[in-house]
């Protein structure tokens, strides 16, 4: 009884979800459509109307891509759960390796290859023919594949341990493995944030000392006045994948260095690169990122705890067309099933973190606009809506619903307003 309405709420959600994702994405294309035709007043000045149509177009593609892809990973997910299909995979492996640690982690691994072979084909048409249709793919068909074999082999490094820790905790460390876990994981995923910037990064970028001395200066003197300590400031060769522009932080504590795209660095002026970095600062200075990681960290537990549970009740697994084996282990199948329903349960909670992140982009405006020229990270962001295609008018709704960054029109009001 408790599977059949497991069951009934699981395609219930699911298809909750998606009428909502629909019905969004549908009012998001009616909107930047009706729109299409005028760049909106306040950014007439500085964007042409070729370029406020190609962000148009460029935004409704993705969208409509976005939404083929929502009908097939809810197939897919229908197909693993209900239909079969991990039942089927999992009475194939078992007669394979025999119910042990080996079938667990073969049968983690089997999803997620069989996961990934389903979405390259939407990968590839994103980047060779969506990206390169409006001009942004500078990806080559052999790095495209190389990056592909060292994402598999990095995943492979650090996730196989990673697999096998966590299930052999499941295991063998009692009704609390959950917690055990969790402080595992979490000292793996700081680990992670510790060596990205000098380990990983570096396999798949090359990364060079800024040496514009007039920008240099300015984010130097920046970040006394601020008393933000960077390990480095340096240039990354972005262009070789694309053409959109970036800027971000990496690691933390004593490691923390900023990096550029060599792409933004062409367009922005000296000032206008000080005003982006100067934002990025304000999420450092206002324990933006810190209150991101407690929030990740806590919500993490509370999951880990969930799963614990789960992974003990029967319906759980009947309720999603699996039928749990009695004289062995469970655990993988239990992470597999618990990471495809949680997305479904979970979905009507996302703009409560789209909310937060927006709120956090207006406070590091607002510590942007005071340490420099407001005028300065206004000019940078219309540059920046300019040369990656964002469009200027978005569906109010579909932008609360989803998006982490306040729309063009709203945050430039707001920096105008606080000068």
Known sequence: MISSVFSVLFVSFLLLALIIQFWLGSRHIRHILRNRAAVPAQFAEKIGLASHQKAADYTIAKTKLGMAMLLLNAAVLMGFTLFGGLQWLSVHLVKLTGPGMWYQISLLVAFAIISSVIEFPFTYYSQFV?????????????????????NTLIGAVLGLPLIWVILTLMEKAGSLWWLYAWAFFIGFQMLIMLIFPIVIAPLFNKF???DNEEVRERIENLSKRVSFALKGIFVMDGSKRSGHGNAYFSGFGGAKRIVFYDTLLERLAPNEIEAVLA???GHFKLKHIIKRMAVMFALSLVFMAMLGFFKEQIWFYTGLGVDPMLLAQNDAMAIILFMLVLPVFTFLFSPLSAITSRKH?????????????????????????????????????????????PSASVRINHLLAAQ
Request: aromatic letters at 14%; hydrophobic letters at 40%; charged letters at 20%.
């Open 130 to 150: 969506l990206e390169e249709q409006f001009g942004f793919n500078k990806m080559t068909m052999s790095l495209f594949f190389t990056d592909m074999i060292k």
């Open 208 to 210: 060079w000392p800024l």
């Open 279 to 281: 934002h990025e600062l």
């Open 361 to 405: 982009e207006f406070e590091a405006d607002a510590f942007a606009a005071k340490h420099t020229n407001a005028n300065d990270l206004v000019t940078a962001l219309v540059k920046m809506y300019d040369d990656n295609s964002s469009t200027l008018t978005p569906d109010p709704l579909h932008s609360a619903f989803y998006d982490s960054h």
